[in-house]
């Protein structure tokens, strides 16, 4: 039994790094690079959609 209690104490360890550690930071990352990319997006077709829609009036 104790070694499953010692097992666990591993994964969780291993679990906690990736998840505290090493995943989320790069997934904070990317996700933060995204958010910017989609905002410009978002901008961008703002800017045109309203040129668009003057042109067309």
Request: net charge positive; aromatic share 12%; proline share 0%.
């Given at each position: 039994m104790i070694k499953w209690a010692i097992t666990f104490f591993f994964l969780a360890l291993i679990a906690g790094l990736f998840g505290f550690g090493l995943i989320a930071n790069l997934s904070f990352g990317i996700a933060k690079i995204l958010f910017y990319i989609f905002i410009?997006?978002?901008?961008?077709?703002?800017?045109?959609?309203?040129?668009?829609?003057?042109?067309?009036?």
């Open positions: 410009g997006l978002f901008v961008v077709s703002l800017i045109f959609g309203r040129r668009m829609t003057r042109s067309r009036t």
